[in-house]
């Protein structure tokens, strides 16, 4: 997705600069960013009606929200009239090319000097978004439509001062495959750069909210400003990649031998406020891909987990000599296995791998 910043004023010195890998905007070396940190966004009425749309955007917010910076959101629905250059954020759906640019979605920031003073966020109506959670329907697995809560996850990115992001797996990269899935839902949430670069900009918020997660997604590359991302792999104890099971490319099954060792390729998160070392599972699941601590048991390990960068890893794993050939299989990882962190969201904690024997 695009944004467009504007300045009120003298317009050179707006450099995007970066902090450890997020982005963000700066005015004659000062960081850009609100003066106050409750900002309102004021929601169309005709663009987001009580029901599913409505519903994605106050998931957006409320994950947003979840964040340990000193920033909140606070949304105002109903809106009659909104627009642009009228000192007032808003968020709407528009079929009005000269606005959107060719984007899915677009935000507009204004600046007064290092101040903002107006974010506009605008969705394209002829746009194939998905207000449902399945990977089934998500372009990121199976289907071929963009989850709408992780647009708006990243358009209020940069409502909020962050810019695009190409070095890390980050949502301000392609926010569409910047998620956690299990048992065939998507889960999400801002995730540990974008996250840092928002305490960065307005402080750690002195209640310490904490959240750690794992995903199979990671960072693979760079399209223009955008990260682009890839799913982990499953690797011999060489370091070789095992095949994809054939008809299996939309949501990989690793083709594995039992008794072989394997290498579990998976990525953890910090997106809270302060370092955590929770106790991570690692597990088999038979016969299907909703990863709980009920499942086979398969090692162990404690991670140190710093909210500085992202922790791409692997897991070295037996796989069990008693299963079944020509079937798939789903390992599973679960961090903060024992639920000893208090954490602001407890959806993102778990994440499987396929499996198949041949």
Not at 227 to 232: G, L, M, P, Q, V
Not at 254 to 277: H, K, P, R
Not at 328 to 348: F, H, P, Q, R, W
Request: a negative charge; glycine letters at 8%.
């Amino acid at each position: 997705m695009n944004t467009k910043s504007l300045l009120l004023g003298l317009l050179a010195g707006l450099l995007p600069l970066t902090g450890f890998t997020y982005e963000y905007s700066s005015f004659l070396g000062t960081k850009i960013k609100w003066v106050d940190e409750d900002i309102t966004l004021r929601a169309a009425a005709v663009s987001f009606p009580v029901g599913a749309w409505r519903d994605d955007l106050i998931d957006a917010k409320n994950r947003w929200n979840d964040n340990p910076s000193d920033f909140r959101w606070t949304l105002q629905f109903n809106e009659s009239t909104v627009g642009l250059y009228n000192f007032q954020n808003e968020v709407w759906f528009s079929d009005d090319q000269d606005v959107l640019d060719g984007a899915p979605a677009i935000t507009y920031t204004w600046y007064l000097g290092t101040a903002l003073v107006e974010a506009d966020i605008i969705s394209d109506a002829d746009w194939n978004f998905t207000t449902s959670p399945a990977t089934s329907i998500s372009q990121a697995y199976e289907g071929t439509a963009r989850t709408f809560v992780s647009v708006c996850l990243h358009e209020m990115g940069h409502a909020l001062g962050l810019a695009h992001e190409n070095d890390l797996y980050n949502i301000m990269g392609d926010d569409s495959t910047h998620v956690n899935a299990n048992s065939g839902d998507i889960h999400f949430y801002p995730g540990e750069d974008a996250c840092n670069g928002a305490v960065f900009l307005y402080g750690l918020d002195s209640t310490h909210r904490e959240d750690v997660s794992v995903t199979h997604w990671k960072w693979s590359g760079r399209s223009g400003e955008y990260s682009t991302h890839a799913r982990t792999l499953i690797k011999d104890a060489s370091g070789k990649p095992r095949a994809v099971h054939s008809g299996t490319e939309d949501d990989p099954a690793y083709e594995v031998y039992m008794g072989e060792e394997i290498d579990l390729e998976f990525q953890f998160e910090n997106s809270g406020a302060t370092t955590q070392s929770p106790l991570t599972g690692f597990y088999l699941s038979i016969g299907n891909n909703n990863i709980t601590t009920s499942d086979r048991l398969l090692a162990t390990r404690t991670p140190t987990l710093g909210r500085n960068t992202t922790y791409l890893t692997t897991q070295r794993l037996t796989i069990p000599t008693d299963l079944v050939r020509g079937t798939t299989y789903y390992l599973g990882i679960i961090v903060d296995k024992n639920d000893s962190l208090a954490e602001v969201n407890e959806t993102n904690n778990a994440t499987y791998i396929a499996i198949y024997i041949p």
